[in-house]
Structures are given as C-alpha cells and as structure tokens.
C-alpha cells in the first residue's frame, strides 16, 4: 500500500513537472499547423492584417519563426507575405489569437509556479538559516554568504606557526 501511494505520489509530481510544457508544446504545434493551413488555402484580403512598417520597425520585430511567425504590439501574426516599397515593408498576415492566449496561459502558469517556489523555499531556509549569524574569533577573519544569509567566520590563526612535534623513536 505505501509502495502504491508513493508511486501515485510520484506520478503527481512528474505530471506538474513535465506533463504541462508537453501538452503546451503538442497544442502549439497544432495551432501552428491549422494557421499553415488557413496560408495555404489563400485567405481573403478581407480576413488579413496588413501592416506598413519602416526598414528599422521590420528588423525590430520579434519573431518567433523567421519570416513566418512574429510577435508585435502583443499580438501573434503568421505572415502570408511581405511587399517591400519604397524602404518600407508591407507585411500581409493573419492574427493569431489562439497562440497569443496559449503562450499568455502558459507565461501565467510558469510565473506563478516560480513564484510558489520561491516563496516556499524562502520559508523553508528561514527555519534553518536565520538571516543574520555572526560568529567572532579573537584574531582577522571573512566573510561568507550562503543561500540567502551572511555570516561571519573569524578564524583564529597562530602567529608565527609553531613547529611540528619531534617524533619520538623508541627501539
């Protein structure tokens, strides 16, 4: 029976671990390939974005996919084509909106697995660790920080260092 829930236990775990960037992994690249799809099937002019940006605006964005997928102004695109004219780009592209509230999703769920780490492994070095130690010995010293704490350690070093013991040879 301990084997059992040790075992379930475990499995909990490994879920929270690796399941999570999985399935957020396998549904992105769903959705990616459902918007390569709606590209290939030549969407209306009336169903595109398009967005006229400057030489340096279009080297500033931040793609996820070169030439294919970007983010801007909080927005996901896929881009169906680009025009350059006149040292501007024209950039015709579908919004993707299901890939802008899964990496929202995902972005919120990390933030705030970090965030219950922290806070939780704050805690638990607090109750070993207390913020301040100070320990003092007679003669110099240094100072050394671990986790989150600082200590002081002053070792206590002979001056000038004595000479080893004569062994004793007996027969």
């Known amino acids: 029976m301990k084997k059992l829930f040790a075992l379930i236990l475990f499995s909990v775990f490994l879920i929270n671990l690796a399941a999570i960037p999985v399935v957020f992994h396998i549904t992105r690249f769903m959705i990616r390939e459902d918007m390569e799809q709606k590209i290939r099937e030549n969407p209306e002019e009336s169903e595109l ?3 006229t940006l400057s030489a340096q605006e279009f080297s500033c964005l931040h793609w996820t996919r070169v030439l294919k997928e970007f983010e801007y102004k909080g927005n996901m695109y896929d881009v169906v084509r680009i025009k350059s004219v006149q040292h501007k ?3 015709y592209c579908l919004s993707d909106n299901r890939e802008k509230h899964l990496l929202a999703q995902y972005r919120t769920h990390q933030k705030t697995r970090k965030n219950n780490h922290q806070r939780t492994s704050k805690t638990e070095l607090s109750k070993y660790f207390p913020a301040e130690q ?5 003669s110099g010293g240094t100072d050394l920080i671990y986790f989150h704490a600082r200590s002081r350690i002053v070792l206590n070093r002979l001056s000038p260092p004595s000479p080893p013991p004569k062994p004793i040879i007996s027969c």
């Open 49 to 51: 974005t398009m967005l």
């Open 89 to 91: 780009k024209l950039i």
């Open 134 to 138: 100070h320990y003092s010995f007679p």
